[in-house]
Protein backbone atom coordinates (compact mmCIF):
# COMPACT_ATOMS: atom_id res chain seq x y z
CA UNK A 1 0.00 0.00 0.00
CA UNK A 2 1.31 3.45 -0.51
CA UNK A 3 1.03 5.36 2.33
CA UNK A 4 2.09 9.44 1.24
CA UNK A 5 3.01 11.20 4.93
CA UNK A 6 1.24 14.42 4.09
CA UNK A 7 2.06 15.79 7.54
CA UNK A 8 3.14 14.42 11.07
CA UNK A 9 0.96 11.11 11.99
CA UNK A 10 -1.23 11.94 8.31
CA UNK A 11 -0.97 9.45 5.90
CA UNK A 12 -2.69 9.60 2.54
CA UNK A 13 -3.51 6.98 -0.08
CA UNK A 14 -4.14 8.28 -3.20
CA UNK A 15 -7.50 7.04 -5.11
CA UNK A 16 -7.33 4.43 -7.65
CA UNK A 17 -9.50 2.04 -9.25
CA UNK A 18 -13.00 2.69 -8.19
CA UNK A 19 -12.46 4.63 -4.97
CA UNK A 20 -14.48 7.88 -4.99
CA UNK A 21 -12.10 9.80 -2.46
CA UNK A 22 -8.69 8.96 -0.94
CA UNK A 23 -7.95 7.56 1.68
CA UNK A 24 -6.83 9.49 4.60
CA UNK A 25 -4.76 7.65 7.76
CA UNK A 26 -4.03 9.35 10.64
CA UNK A 27 -1.13 7.55 12.75
CA UNK A 28 2.40 6.61 12.87
CA UNK A 29 4.41 4.35 10.78
CA UNK A 30 5.59 2.13 13.68
CA UNK A 31 1.01 2.00 14.42
CA UNK A 32 0.75 0.65 10.79
CA UNK A 33 3.27 -1.85 10.92
CA UNK A 34 0.39 -4.83 11.33
CA UNK A 35 -2.38 -2.79 9.56
CA UNK A 36 -2.46 -4.20 5.50
CA UNK A 37 -5.38 -6.06 5.74
CA UNK A 38 -7.13 -2.56 7.49
CA UNK A 39 -5.45 -0.41 4.72
CA UNK A 40 -7.29 -2.60 2.70
CA UNK A 41 -10.33 -1.92 3.80
CA UNK A 42 -9.94 1.72 4.38
CA UNK A 43 -9.46 1.31 0.04
CA UNK A 44 -12.52 -0.76 0.25
CA UNK A 45 -15.03 2.09 2.09
CA UNK A 46 -13.85 5.09 -0.44
CA UNK A 47 -15.87 3.08 -2.97
CA UNK A 48 -19.18 3.77 -1.28
CA UNK A 49 -21.81 5.64 -3.07
CA UNK A 50 -22.28 9.22 -1.67
CA UNK A 51 -19.05 8.99 0.51
CA UNK A 52 -17.57 12.82 1.10
CA UNK A 53 -13.96 13.72 1.32
CA UNK A 54 -12.09 10.87 2.40
CA UNK A 55 -12.59 7.13 4.07
CA UNK A 56 -10.77 7.89 7.32
CA UNK A 57 -9.13 5.91 9.57
CA UNK A 58 -7.66 6.81 13.35
CA UNK A 59 -4.02 5.22 15.23
CA UNK A 60 -5.74 1.85 16.58
CA UNK A 61 -6.46 0.57 12.93
CA UNK A 62 -6.99 -3.02 12.90
CA UNK A 63 -9.44 -5.60 10.91
CA UNK A 64 -12.85 -5.39 10.98
CA UNK A 65 -15.51 -6.64 9.81
CA UNK A 66 -16.32 -4.35 6.31
CA UNK A 67 -15.32 -1.24 7.72
CA UNK A 68 -12.01 -1.14 9.44
CA UNK A 69 -11.89 -0.93 13.21
CA UNK A 70 -11.37 2.96 13.74
CA UNK A 71 -13.05 3.61 10.87
CA UNK A 72 -14.34 6.90 9.77
CA UNK A 73 -16.80 7.66 6.87
CA UNK A 74 -19.12 10.20 6.11
CA UNK A 75 -22.12 10.05 2.96
CA UNK A 76 -23.97 12.94 1.63
CA UNK A 77 -27.62 12.32 2.10
CA UNK A 78 -29.60 14.46 0.08
CA UNK A 79 -26.11 12.73 -3.26
CA UNK A 80 -27.17 8.94 -2.44
CA UNK A 81 -25.29 8.44 -0.03
CA UNK A 82 -25.72 4.66 2.04
CA UNK A 83 -25.76 3.81 5.47
CA UNK A 84 -23.64 0.35 5.97
CA UNK A 85 -24.06 -1.52 9.08
CA UNK A 86 -20.50 -2.94 8.55
CA UNK A 87 -19.79 0.88 9.56
CA UNK A 88 -21.03 0.33 13.22
CA UNK A 89 -20.40 -2.62 13.44
CA UNK A 90 -21.84 -5.71 15.97
CA UNK A 91 -21.51 -4.43 18.99
CA UNK A 92 -23.89 -1.14 17.87
CA UNK A 93 -23.53 1.50 20.61
CA UNK A 94 -20.46 0.02 22.71
CA UNK A 95 -19.01 2.58 24.37
CA UNK A 96 -17.41 4.08 27.57
CA UNK A 97 -18.14 5.78 30.48
CA UNK A 98 -16.25 7.37 33.27
CA UNK A 99 -17.40 7.87 37.28
CA UNK A 100 -15.41 10.30 39.60
CA UNK A 101 -15.41 9.41 43.06
CA UNK A 102 -15.91 11.54 45.89
CA UNK A 103 -12.32 10.21 47.04
CA UNK A 104 -8.82 9.83 46.67
CA UNK A 105 -6.33 6.46 46.43
CA UNK A 106 -5.37 6.51 49.81
CA UNK A 107 -9.02 6.69 51.09
CA UNK A 108 -9.90 3.64 49.39
CA UNK A 109 -6.88 1.84 50.01
CA UNK A 110 -8.37 0.49 53.08
CA UNK A 111 -11.44 -1.37 51.44
CA UNK A 112 -10.21 -1.79 48.22
CA UNK A 113 -10.43 -5.69 48.21
CA UNK A 114 -13.64 -5.33 49.93
CA UNK A 115 -14.87 -2.92 46.93
CA UNK A 116 -13.63 -5.38 44.04
CA UNK A 117 -15.24 -8.80 46.12
CA UNK A 118 -18.46 -6.30 46.24
CA UNK A 119 -18.15 -5.89 42.11
CA UNK A 120 -16.91 -9.37 41.05
CA UNK A 121 -20.58 -10.37 42.98
CA UNK A 122 -22.27 -7.51 41.60
CA UNK A 123 -21.60 -7.17 38.04
CA UNK A 124 -22.60 -9.70 35.54
CA UNK A 125 -20.43 -10.76 32.48
CA UNK A 126 -20.28 -13.61 30.51
CA UNK A 127 -21.35 -14.25 26.49
CA UNK A 128 -24.52 -15.71 27.79
CA UNK A 129 -27.80 -14.33 29.86
CA UNK A 130 -28.02 -12.23 32.69
CA UNK A 131 -27.75 -8.69 33.86
CA UNK A 132 -28.67 -6.49 37.03
CA UNK A 133 -32.26 -6.27 36.07
CA UNK A 134 -35.07 -7.95 33.79
CA UNK A 135 -37.28 -6.42 32.42
CA UNK A 136 -40.95 -7.04 32.64
CA UNK A 137 -41.62 -8.87 29.51
CA UNK A 138 -41.40 -7.67 25.96
CA UNK A 139 -43.23 -4.46 26.71
CA UNK A 140 -40.95 -2.93 29.19
CA UNK A 141 -37.86 -4.06 26.93
CA UNK A 142 -39.64 -1.83 24.17
CA UNK A 143 -39.60 0.79 26.47
CA UNK A 144 -35.40 0.70 27.41
CA UNK A 145 -35.31 0.52 23.48
CA UNK A 146 -36.85 3.90 23.30
CA UNK A 147 -36.09 6.12 26.33
CA UNK A 148 -32.71 4.23 26.84
CA UNK A 149 -30.72 5.56 29.87
CA UNK A 150 -33.56 7.94 31.01
CA UNK A 151 -36.07 5.19 30.84
CA UNK A 152 -33.71 3.57 33.47
CA UNK A 153 -33.77 6.93 35.54
CA UNK A 154 -37.16 7.36 35.52
CA UNK A 155 -36.94 3.68 36.57
CA UNK A 156 -35.10 4.86 39.84
CA UNK A 157 -31.60 3.66 38.58
CA UNK A 158 -29.77 6.94 38.22
CA UNK A 159 -29.71 10.64 39.16
CA UNK A 160 -31.03 13.60 36.29
CA UNK A 161 -27.30 14.73 36.38
CA UNK A 162 -26.60 11.38 34.84
CA UNK A 163 -28.84 12.50 31.79
CA UNK A 164 -26.83 15.81 31.25
CA UNK A 165 -23.78 14.07 30.90
CA UNK A 166 -24.57 11.33 28.75
CA UNK A 167 -24.50 11.54 24.88
CA UNK A 168 -28.21 12.21 23.33
CA UNK A 169 -29.15 13.14 26.79
CA UNK A 170 -29.39 9.43 27.44
CA UNK A 171 -31.48 7.86 24.08
CA UNK A 172 -31.29 8.71 20.30
CA UNK A 173 -34.69 10.24 19.67
CA UNK A 174 -35.37 8.22 16.47
CA UNK A 175 -35.39 4.77 17.11
CA UNK A 176 -37.90 2.55 16.07
CA UNK A 177 -38.59 -0.26 17.66
CA UNK A 178 -40.42 -1.88 15.02
CA UNK A 179 -37.61 -2.53 13.14
CA UNK A 180 -35.94 -4.59 15.73
CA UNK A 181 -36.40 -8.66 14.88
CA UNK A 182 -37.64 -10.96 17.47
CA UNK A 183 -34.84 -12.83 17.75
CA UNK A 184 -32.93 -9.53 18.43
CA UNK A 185 -35.78 -9.04 21.30
CA UNK A 186 -35.09 -12.65 22.53
CA UNK A 187 -31.79 -11.88 23.27
CA UNK A 188 -32.29 -8.41 24.84
CA UNK A 189 -34.53 -9.36 27.19
CA UNK A 190 -31.70 -11.07 29.41
CA UNK A 191 -28.86 -9.53 29.03
CA UNK A 192 -30.12 -6.01 29.89
CA UNK A 193 -27.04 -4.00 32.85
CA UNK A 194 -24.13 -6.77 32.02
CA UNK A 195 -20.94 -6.15 30.76
CA UNK A 196 -20.47 -9.14 28.14
CA UNK A 197 -17.01 -10.58 27.53
CA UNK A 198 -13.84 -9.66 25.05
CA UNK A 199 -12.49 -6.75 25.73
CA UNK A 200 -15.15 -5.44 28.30
CA UNK A 201 -14.86 -4.32 31.30
CA UNK A 202 -15.71 -2.41 34.60
CA UNK A 203 -12.07 -0.61 36.15
CA UNK A 204 -11.52 1.17 39.54
CA UNK A 205 -8.52 3.92 38.62
CA UNK A 206 -6.87 6.63 40.22
CA UNK A 207 -6.13 10.08 38.44
CA UNK A 208 -2.37 9.48 37.50
CA UNK A 209 -1.56 12.54 35.72
CA UNK A 210 -3.97 16.18 34.65
CA UNK A 211 -1.83 17.87 31.53
CA UNK A 212 -5.34 20.61 31.20
CA UNK A 213 -6.07 22.38 34.49
CA UNK A 214 -9.23 23.67 33.21
CA UNK A 215 -11.05 20.93 31.35
CA UNK A 216 -10.54 18.87 34.35
CA UNK A 217 -12.08 20.85 36.57
CA UNK A 218 -15.14 20.91 34.07
CA UNK A 219 -15.04 17.83 33.80
CA UNK A 220 -15.15 17.10 37.53
CA UNK A 221 -11.79 14.78 37.95
CA UNK A 222 -8.18 16.16 40.08
CA UNK A 223 -5.10 13.98 39.81
CA UNK A 224 -4.99 11.94 42.64
CA UNK A 225 -8.94 10.97 42.37
CA UNK A 226 -10.60 7.51 41.94
CA UNK A 227 -12.79 6.67 39.21
CA UNK A 228 -14.47 4.12 37.81
CA UNK A 229 -14.84 3.29 33.96
CA UNK A 230 -17.39 0.89 32.65
CA UNK A 231 -16.82 -0.37 28.68
CA UNK A 232 -19.94 -2.07 27.22
CA UNK A 233 -21.82 -1.99 24.74
CA UNK A 234 -25.74 -3.69 23.41
CA UNK A 235 -25.02 -7.34 24.07
CA UNK A 236 -27.02 -9.82 21.65
CA UNK A 237 -29.36 -7.23 20.69
CA UNK A 238 -27.24 -5.52 18.77
CA UNK A 239 -24.97 -8.19 17.22
CA UNK A 240 -28.22 -9.70 16.10
CA UNK A 241 -29.71 -6.38 14.50
CA UNK A 242 -26.49 -5.87 12.48
CA UNK A 243 -26.91 -9.64 11.16
CA UNK A 244 -30.50 -9.37 10.32
CA UNK A 245 -29.74 -5.91 8.58
CA UNK A 246 -26.76 -6.95 6.63
CA UNK A 247 -28.46 -9.51 5.44
CA UNK A 248 -31.45 -7.40 4.12
CA UNK A 249 -29.20 -4.80 3.01
CA UNK A 250 -27.23 -7.85 0.71
CA UNK A 251 -30.36 -8.58 -1.02
CA UNK A 252 -31.49 -5.19 -1.49
CA UNK A 253 -28.09 -3.73 -3.07
CA UNK A 254 -29.29 -4.62 -7.08
CA UNK A 255 -32.49 -2.36 -6.74
CA UNK A 256 -30.24 0.61 -6.38
CA UNK A 257 -27.53 -0.36 -8.68
CA UNK A 258 -25.33 -0.72 -5.83
CA UNK A 259 -21.71 -3.13 -6.58
CA UNK A 260 -19.05 -3.24 -3.49
CA UNK A 261 -15.86 -4.90 -3.44
CA UNK A 262 -16.79 -7.15 0.25
CA UNK A 263 -20.08 -8.18 0.56
CA UNK A 264 -19.26 -7.24 4.38
CA UNK A 265 -19.85 -3.30 3.11
CA UNK A 266 -23.65 -4.43 2.09
CA UNK A 267 -25.28 -0.58 2.04
CA UNK A 268 -28.43 1.19 0.53
CA UNK A 269 -29.12 4.89 0.49
CA UNK A 270 -30.01 6.07 4.07
CA UNK A 271 -33.56 7.84 2.64
CA UNK A 272 -34.36 3.75 1.16
CA UNK A 273 -36.87 2.07 3.50
CA UNK A 274 -34.01 -0.65 3.80
CA UNK A 275 -31.45 2.57 5.29
CA UNK A 276 -34.51 3.84 7.28
CA UNK A 277 -35.17 0.75 8.80
CA UNK A 278 -31.49 -0.14 9.44
CA UNK A 279 -30.93 3.53 11.29
CA UNK A 280 -34.09 2.60 12.99
CA UNK A 281 -33.08 -0.29 14.98
CA UNK A 282 -29.70 1.08 15.68
CA UNK A 283 -30.67 3.85 17.54
CA UNK A 284 -33.35 1.34 19.37
CA UNK A 285 -30.02 -0.78 20.04
CA UNK A 286 -27.94 2.28 21.27
CA UNK A 287 -30.41 3.30 23.66
CA UNK A 288 -30.19 -0.49 25.02
CA UNK A 289 -26.43 0.53 25.20
CA UNK A 290 -27.15 3.87 27.25
CA UNK A 291 -29.62 1.50 29.51
CA UNK A 292 -26.51 -1.15 29.91
CA UNK A 293 -24.20 1.24 31.23
CA UNK A 294 -26.52 3.44 32.85
CA UNK A 295 -27.67 0.06 35.03
CA UNK A 296 -24.01 -0.44 36.32
CA UNK A 297 -23.33 2.54 36.95
CA UNK A 298 -25.90 2.13 39.65
CA UNK A 299 -24.52 -1.53 40.42
CA UNK A 300 -21.31 0.07 40.97
CA UNK A 301 -22.59 2.74 43.19
CA UNK A 302 -24.27 0.75 45.64
CA UNK A 303 -21.08 -1.49 45.76
CA UNK A 304 -18.86 1.61 46.84
CA UNK A 305 -21.21 3.31 48.59
CA UNK A 306 -21.68 -0.10 50.75
CA UNK A 307 -17.87 -1.26 50.95
CA UNK A 308 -16.25 2.36 51.17
CA UNK A 309 -18.72 5.11 51.95
CA UNK A 310 -18.01 6.32 48.30
CA UNK A 311 -19.90 8.28 45.95
CA UNK A 312 -19.79 8.42 42.29
CA UNK A 313 -20.83 11.10 39.60
CA UNK A 314 -20.66 10.88 35.82
CA UNK A 315 -18.02 12.40 34.22
CA UNK A 316 -19.36 11.42 30.59
CA UNK A 317 -21.20 8.74 28.41
CA UNK A 318 -19.82 7.82 25.23
CA UNK A 319 -20.49 5.73 22.40
CA UNK A 320 -17.89 4.55 19.76
CA UNK A 321 -19.54 2.22 17.17
CA UNK A 322 -22.55 4.50 15.84
CA UNK A 323 -23.95 6.23 12.64
CA UNK A 324 -25.51 9.67 13.16
CA UNK A 325 -27.06 12.30 11.05
CA UNK A 326 -25.38 15.22 11.61
CA UNK A 327 -24.22 18.11 9.29
CA UNK A 328 -20.99 19.36 8.02
CA UNK A 329 -19.28 21.69 6.32
CA UNK A 330 -17.89 20.17 2.72
CA UNK A 331 -16.38 22.07 0.15
CA UNK A 332 -17.84 25.18 1.81
CA UNK A 333 -21.57 24.07 1.96
CA UNK A 334 -23.55 22.59 4.98
CA UNK A 335 -24.49 19.10 4.17
CA UNK A 336 -26.72 16.72 5.74
CA UNK A 337 -24.14 13.54 6.64
CA UNK A 338 -24.37 10.02 7.59
CA UNK A 339 -21.32 9.57 10.06
CA UNK A 340 -19.78 6.24 10.43
CA UNK A 341 -18.11 6.01 13.38
CA UNK A 342 -16.54 2.56 14.13
CA UNK A 343 -13.98 2.13 16.48
CA UNK A 344 -14.00 5.84 16.45
CA UNK A 345 -15.50 8.12 18.97
CA UNK A 346 -17.03 11.47 18.19
CA UNK A 347 -15.10 14.74 19.54
CA UNK A 348 -17.31 18.00 19.38
CA UNK A 349 -15.15 20.87 19.50
CA UNK A 350 -15.59 23.82 22.25
CA UNK A 351 -18.79 25.93 21.35
CA UNK A 352 -20.29 23.01 19.71
CA UNK A 353 -24.42 23.17 20.99
CA UNK A 354 -24.63 19.70 21.46
CA UNK A 355 -22.39 19.80 24.22
CA UNK A 356 -23.58 20.55 27.77
CA UNK A 357 -23.29 23.95 28.94
CA UNK A 358 -21.06 23.13 31.59
CA UNK A 359 -18.63 21.52 29.46
CA UNK A 360 -19.40 23.59 26.43
CA UNK A 361 -15.83 25.97 27.26
CA UNK A 362 -13.92 23.16 26.64
CA UNK A 363 -15.21 20.51 24.22
CA UNK A 364 -16.49 17.55 24.41
CA UNK A 365 -14.84 14.12 26.81
CA UNK A 366 -13.48 11.36 25.12
CA UNK A 367 -13.05 8.66 26.44
CA UNK A 368 -10.45 6.34 25.41
CA UNK A 369 -9.74 2.47 27.55
CA UNK A 370 -6.24 1.01 27.48
CA UNK A 371 -5.78 -2.18 28.46
CA UNK A 372 -5.60 -4.25 31.84
CA UNK A 373 -2.18 -3.10 33.40
CA UNK A 374 -1.85 -0.01 31.39
CA UNK A 375 -3.30 3.37 31.07
CA UNK A 376 -6.48 4.99 29.87
CA UNK A 377 -7.36 8.54 29.01
CA UNK A 378 -9.14 11.36 28.83
CA UNK A 379 -9.01 13.53 26.05
CA UNK A 380 -11.07 16.25 24.49
CA UNK A 381 -12.40 17.68 21.08
CA UNK A 382 -10.58 20.89 19.70
CA UNK A 383 -11.50 23.36 17.12
CA UNK A 384 -11.24 22.15 13.73
CA UNK A 385 -10.96 18.63 14.58
CA UNK A 386 -10.55 16.19 11.07
CA UNK A 387 -12.47 12.80 10.36
CA UNK A 388 -15.87 15.21 11.23
CA UNK A 389 -14.49 15.68 14.75
CA UNK A 390 -14.09 12.10 15.30
CA UNK A 391 -11.02 10.80 17.13
CA UNK A 392 -9.47 7.25 18.69
CA UNK A 393 -11.68 4.60 20.58
CA UNK A 394 -8.56 2.70 22.27
CA UNK A 395 -5.32 1.01 21.75
CA UNK A 396 -6.65 -1.23 19.10
CA UNK A 397 -5.36 -5.04 18.67
CA UNK A 398 -2.58 -5.91 17.29
CA UNK A 399 -2.94 -9.56 17.72
CA UNK A 400 -5.54 -12.27 17.48
CA UNK A 401 -7.25 -13.15 20.79
CA UNK A 402 -6.14 -17.04 19.99
CA UNK A 403 -2.59 -16.06 19.73
CA UNK A 404 -2.81 -14.00 23.10
CA UNK A 405 -4.11 -16.81 24.58
CA UNK A 406 -0.95 -18.80 23.49
CA UNK A 407 1.08 -16.02 24.86
CA UNK A 408 0.39 -16.42 28.53
CA UNK A 409 -1.60 -17.98 30.70
CA UNK A 410 -4.43 -16.55 32.44
CA UNK A 411 -3.05 -17.35 36.32
CA UNK A 412 0.35 -15.86 35.20
CA UNK A 413 -1.23 -12.70 33.72
CA UNK A 414 -3.22 -12.18 37.13
CA UNK A 415 0.03 -13.11 38.90
CA UNK A 416 1.79 -10.03 36.66
CA UNK A 417 -1.26 -7.63 37.46
CA UNK A 418 -1.37 -8.13 40.98
CA UNK A 419 2.58 -8.03 41.90
CA UNK A 420 1.92 -4.97 39.90
CA UNK A 421 -1.08 -3.40 42.44
CA UNK A 422 -3.70 -4.17 40.54
CA UNK A 423 -6.49 -6.77 41.60
CA UNK A 424 -8.31 -8.72 39.19
CA UNK A 425 -11.70 -10.15 39.03
CA UNK A 426 -11.67 -12.34 36.11
CA UNK A 427 -14.93 -14.53 35.47
CA UNK A 428 -12.56 -17.41 33.72
CA UNK A 429 -9.03 -17.58 32.90
CA UNK A 430 -9.53 -17.91 28.78
CA UNK A 431 -11.28 -14.21 28.74
CA UNK A 432 -8.05 -12.75 30.69
CA UNK A 433 -5.31 -13.95 28.44
CA UNK A 434 -7.48 -12.94 25.03
CA UNK A 435 -7.12 -9.19 26.52
CA UNK A 436 -3.30 -9.53 27.90
CA UNK A 437 -1.65 -6.17 27.18
CA UNK A 438 0.38 -7.15 24.84
CA UNK A 439 -2.38 -8.31 22.38
CA UNK A 440 -2.96 -4.58 21.78
CA UNK A 441 -1.23 -1.25 20.63
CA UNK A 442 0.49 1.07 22.85
CA UNK A 443 -2.35 3.13 23.96
CA UNK A 444 0.19 6.53 24.87
CA UNK A 445 1.05 5.98 21.17
CA UNK A 446 -2.51 6.30 19.90
CA UNK A 447 -3.45 8.79 22.15
CA UNK A 448 -0.39 10.77 21.35
CA UNK A 449 -0.37 10.44 17.51
CA UNK A 450 -4.40 11.55 17.49
CA UNK A 451 -3.33 14.83 19.41
CA UNK A 452 -0.61 14.93 17.17
CA UNK A 453 -2.73 14.88 14.20
CA UNK A 454 -5.05 17.31 15.27
CA UNK A 455 -7.89 15.12 16.43
CA UNK A 456 -8.45 15.66 20.09
CA UNK A 457 -5.84 16.99 23.12
CA UNK A 458 -4.79 15.24 26.14
CA UNK A 459 -6.36 16.16 29.15
CA UNK A 460 -5.85 13.50 31.84
CA UNK A 461 -4.33 9.80 32.16
CA UNK A 462 -5.68 6.98 34.44
CA UNK A 463 -4.28 3.83 35.80
CA UNK A 464 -5.70 1.11 37.06
CA UNK A 465 -6.24 -0.08 40.67
CA UNK A 466 -8.83 -3.27 39.94
CA UNK A 467 -10.90 -5.04 37.25
CA UNK A 468 -13.64 -6.86 36.49
CA UNK A 469 -13.63 -8.98 33.29
CA UNK A 470 -15.86 -11.01 31.29
Known sequence: ????????????????????????VFASRALLSDAQQALGQVVNVATLPGIVVASY?????????GFP????????????????????????????????ADCDRAQLAPALDAVMDGLDRAIPRGAGPGGVWKPGGPGELERVLEGGARYAVEQGHGEERDLARCEDRGAVG???????????????????????????????????????QAAADAFGIARGQVTVMIHCGSRGLGHQICTDHVRAMDRAMTRYGIAVPDRQLAC???????????????????????ANRQLLTEAARRVLRRAADVRLSLVYDVSHNLAKLETHEVAGRRRRLCVHRKGATRA????????????????????????????????????????????????????????AARSITGRELRARLERDGIAVRPLSWRGLTDE???????????????????????VARLVPLGVVKG
Not at 5 to 17: M, N, Q, T
Not at 280 to 289: D, L, V
Not at 366 to 395: E, Q, R
Open 436 to 458: APEAYKDVGEVVAASESAGLCRI
Open 348 to 403: FPPGHPELPEDLREQGQPVLIPGTMGTASYVLAGVAGGGAFFSTCHGAGRRMSRHQ
Open 174 to 212: DADVGQVGGRARERGLGQVGSLGSANHFLEVQQVAEVYD
Open 268 to 290: TPVTSPEGQAYLGAMAAAANYGR
Open 69 to 100: IGGVAATDVEDGGVVSPGGVGFDISCGVRLLA
Open 57 to 65: AMPDIHWGY
Open 1 to 24: MDLLEEAPHRFRIERHGDMRVPGV
